[in-house]
């Protein structure tokens, strides 16, 4: 077993059981299909990525852009859901029907498909940015209150006070950081 | 009590520059040193965000139907799971399309730590701002309230 102290067995503790939960989550009988659906998406257009430097890139182009109607068939039927209220048998009818729309969209001029996708794909990216920033923060927030007086305290409540001074130079430090990065996002050009 | 909620904020502040600091060292280690960060490390963030996002969505939705049994809630939560998976996924297809298209990873992982940055920043200086003016922000932060509690209430 290895030693680990407070802090670190807290860390690790809650990093393991966020990433358990989720994987327990996304293995419930519901999710099967959508994991399974998203990891068929990710192996078979990481594959054709690395085989592009091969000559197959028009292949490698249209499964990638199968991936990406598969993440906007996602996506439009969790909105749709979120908006219409409806069952997950209906979220799965609502995927079904989105497929061969874009499929139908494909073979009719399939440059429509493409420039519809780009947007959209190019949306994720800056969209994910904004996730992934939020979900941090609220993850930070959540280990921190999660443990009021243990994480700063070291099990100790009346020893937060001892904690002060760190807490203090951590935030001056971050005031700094946050000035070199104004500054660095100015004259970087 | 209230000098331990200042600690609070304090310190969640103090750990989230940390990511910042981490996107701020890869975009300067992008544009002027030899390496392109890491592809790998990405894809492992990516994942560690959507199975937590995944799993905080669920956990809030258990709790709320231990409380009161809506169908409702129940369907927020799996909507929500499902267009998060899109939204990750489409993240992946971009990048994938761009590498196949000919882009260079180096500029996309660049202005990806850049946005981040830009972002990060905003939420640093904004949650300051708010932690000081609005108590719903207080609130949220000191985990008293959750944010899909406010928004459910506002509408």
Known sequence: MIFLSFNESVTFQYIRRAVFGGLVTLTEKRFIFY????????????TLTVRVYYGYTTYSLILSNFAAATALCMLISGGMALILKRTIERIVETIVILSFLLIGLGIYRYSILFISIRLFISLC?????????LVTFFAIRNFVTGRPNRLIGFRKPKNAILFDLPIKII?????VGFGIQILYLVFQD | MKKSKNIEFASIIGFFF???????????WIKIGPGIGSLVIDAVIIVAA????????????????????????????NSAVIALLGAALGYHAFILNNIILGQSSRILLYRFHQYSILFGAIILVGSVILF????????????????????????
């Open chain 1, 125 to 133: 990216f800056h969209s994910w940015i904004v996730i992934l920033n």
């Open chain 2, 132 to 155: 000081v003016t609005s108590l719903s922000f207080r609130n949220i932060v000191l985990k008293r309230l959750s944010p899909t509690d406010l928004i459910q209430d506002t509408l």
């Open chain 2, 18 to 28: 940390v990511f910042v600091a981490y996107n701020l060292f890869l975009c300067i």
């Open chain 2, 50 to 77: 959507t199975l937590y996002s995944v799993q905080s969505i669920c956990r809030h939705h258990a709790s709320s139907d231990e409380q009161k049994t809506s169908t409702k809630k129940t369907i927020w939560g």
């Open chain 1, 35 to 46: 994991s399974i659906l998203s990891l068929l998406a990710f192996t078979v257009s990481t």
């Open chain 1, 171 to 175: 935030t001056s430090l971050s005031v």
